[in-house]
């Protein structure tokens, strides 16, 4: 019911910063809490933040906290994360996710997915 397409990944030093786009179609983005995961060659999905419906409740990985900052425009229906700081090790597929459940802290929960976009970051 939603599409997501995602935008922003390039090539940065470390230390610079990136913004990530992850536009939705439809009407009923206002509907989706959303979430922002990511996943290294060889390596497992991994959780790096979310926000609920309205924006009010937001969660961060340990390893990202302080340095990315997820937001959302209803408006626009387009979810967002600011990558600050970045490192080496952040150098991954960003991928974002949609989920109509109440509950968003766990990758089971999340419906949509959107293809992603790369993110590298060398030293």
């Known amino acids: 019911q939603v599409q997501l397409v995602e935008s922003g990944g390039g090539w940065v030093q470390a230390g610079g910063s990136l913004r990530l786009s992850c536009a939705a179609s439809?009407?009923?983005?206002?509907?989706?809490?959303m979430g922002w995961f990511r996943q290294a060659p060889g390596k497992e999905r991994e959780f790096v933040a979310a926000?609920?419906?309205?924006?009010?409740?937001?969660y961060y990985a340990d390893s990202v906290k302080g340095r990315f900052t997820i937001s959302r425009d209803n408006s626009k229906n387009t979810v967002y994360l600011q990558l600050n700081s970045l490192k080496p090790e952040d150098t991954a597929t960003y991928r974002c996710?949609?989920?109509?459940?109440?509950?968003?802290?766990?990758?089971?929960?999340?419906?949509?997915w959107g293809q992603g976009t790369q993110v590298t970051v060398s030293s």
């Open positions: 926000i609920s419906r309205s924006g009010s409740t937001i």
């Open positions: 439809g009407r009923t983005f206002s509907s989706y809490a």
């Open positions: 996710a949609a989920t109509a459940s109440v509950r968003f802290g766990l990758i089971s929960q999340y419906d949509y």
